[in-house]
């Protein structure tokens, strides 16, 4: 016997709870009501990075990488900002690390037997506002996103990389219009070899 889910449904957010009066509007406000804190900010800079490539799919939560592009290239996401949602005494020093990792086969129901990186490109997504006056993380143009091919974060080896390391690493960062043809660059090269 198995336990395969069926397809998550599309929700519109007007969906409503049985039992309690409420919609599914009403749990994201509860859940996701701050775009700045960073569990959602990540997921933002996610959707952002889909919505550069076209991809309208949904993220699912257990695959080894963050976006798939229709063309299949395989997406790591990261996001960083300055700007916490709570006080501060100083700016935040944006960081970021990507280490290799287990992938979930569902295949084979089962974890992969090694660690690897597992897309073939990388995205850093760093919010750029440094007041909460002007933070608006609906800005497209507030975000900038360095981007690397699996060669290059492969070289890192899972250390942490400051702003001026990771433009050493990836380059200097493109504004959101740029995207798309970054990663297709970064992409492309490793995704001739890549692991299945």
């Known amino acids: 016997m ?15 709870f049985i039992g309690l ?33 076209g ?3 949904a993220r699912v939560e257990w695959d080894p990488w963050d976006v798939t592009a229709p063309d299949g290239t395989r997406v790591e996401v990261k996001s960083s900002g300055f700007l916490q949602a709570w006080g501060q005494k100083k700016l935040s020093r944006p960081t970021f690390r990507v280490a290799a990792a287990y992938g979930w086969d569902e295949g084979t129901d ?7 990186f597992h897309a073939d490109a990388y995205v850093f997504c760093l919010h750029t506002a440094a007041t909460h006056d002007e933070y608006d993380p609906l800005e497209v143009d507030q975000w900038r996103f360095y981007v690397a091919g699996r060669a290059a974060i492969e070289a890192q080896a899972g250390a942490s990389m400051g702003l001026t390391t990771l433009a050493r690493v990836a380059g200097e960062p493109v504004a959101f219009s740029g995207l798309r043809e970054a990663i297709n660059s970064a992409g492309d090269p490793s995704r001739l070899a890549r692991p299945t």
């Open 110 to 116: 089962s974890w992969s037997p090694e660690q690897r």
């Open 2 to 16: 198995t336990f395969d889910p069926p397809p998550a449904p599309t929700l519109s957010g007007a969906e409503t």
């Open 21 to 53: 009066e409420a919609s599914v509007v009403d749990f994201w406000r509860f859940a996701m009501n701050d775009l700045r804190t960073n569990n959602v900010r990540g997921y933002l800079a996610e959707f952002l990075v889909a919505r550069a490539l």
């Open 55 to 57: 991809s309208s799919a």
